[in-house]
């Protein structure tokens, strides 16, 4: 099993930035991909980004392109997510997720596919 520690979340004001840190434990090399997604109060889970663990090819939801920058060190177990010119529509919890799964379409933009969980880290923007 796969185990996900997540830091860095806290209180910026608008145009802000925050970076996200993820790190993994335990049978790391089973995962195909990682992922950021939040959630926002009274709101359902939403896909952020996410990157493959060989590779590197990465993907972003539309709201965060051009703000958002995911990355990872293979060598440290580490997944990031750069988060630059934050809006108050940001804020959420974000949870980190790895995923062991190839799926058909190859995209990995969808909540199912993950198998692991971070705790989550709350990000706040304020106005």
């Known amino acids: 099993q796969v185990q996900l520690v997540e830091s860095g979340g806290g209180l910026v004001q608008a145009g802000g930035s925050l970076r996200l840190s993820c790190t993994a434990s335990g049978r790391t090399s089973r995962a195909y991909a990682m992922g950021w997604f939040r959630q926002a109060l009274g709101k359902e889970r939403e896909f952020v980004a996410t990157i493959i663990r060989i590779g590197g090819s990465t993907t972003y939801t539309d709201s965060v392109k051009g703000r958002f920058t995911i990355s990872r060190d293979n060598a440290k177990n580490t997944v990031y997510l750069q988060m630059n010119s934050l809006k108050p529509e940001d804020t959420a919890v974000y949870y980190c997720?790895?995923?062991?799964?190839?799926?058909?379409?190859?995209?990995?933009?969808?909540?199912?596919?993950?198998?692991?969980w971070g705790q989550g880290t709350q990000v706040t923007v304020s106005s």
């Open positions: 997720a790895a995923s062991t799964v190839i799926p058909t379409n190859g995209r990995y933009n969808q909540a199912p596919l993950y198998d692991y």
